[in-house]
């Protein structure tokens, strides 16, 4: 990985929220909360397996993270069951700030099963 994606991987750990869009898709950047658990990065969809972007970056493989006006083309890999009591403690410890009726949601088994590992192009 080049020295300025894993500058954009930190920065997108540590950023509370980053833009998703497909690739050579409309531009729909839209705004969702990503985690980095060990050296990899993870977001979830807040609507589940029915949320729009989701679906997109899921069928094309791929999409672009907006990271603080900067733009990141990634690979969108499914992430088994095997990861996700990290990727949930993460999302407990970065958001748990925002309460119950916010980080609830990105825990439950529905969201859980949206989770995508990022890997940079």
């Known amino acids: 990985m080049s020295s300025e994606n894993t500058t954009l991987v930190d920065e997108a750990g540590r950023s509370d929220e980053v833009t ?3 690739v050579g898709q409309p531009p729909d950047q839209v705004p ?3 985690v ?11 609507r589940g397996p029915t ?3 989701y679906r997109r970056v899921r069928e094309a493989g791929q999409a ?3 990271i603080g006006g900067k733009q990141l083309e990634v690979r969108v890999e499914p992430v088994g069951d ?3 009591a990290a990727i ?3 999302y407990v410890h970065k ?13 439950s088994e529905d969201v859980v099963s949206t989770t995508l590992r990022l890997v940079p192009q």
């Open 88 to 90: 949930n403690a993460a």
């Open 36 to 46: 980095k658990s060990g050296k990899d990065l993870y977001v979830r969809s807040y």
């Open 20 to 22: 998703i869009s497909g």
């Open 82 to 84: 095997h990861d996700q």
């Open 95 to 107: 958001y748990g700030h925002y309460g119950p009726a916010y980080i609830g949601p990105m825990t």
């Open 32 to 34: 969702i909360w990503i």
């Open 51 to 53: 949320g729009r972007w």
């Open 64 to 66: 672009v993270l907006g």
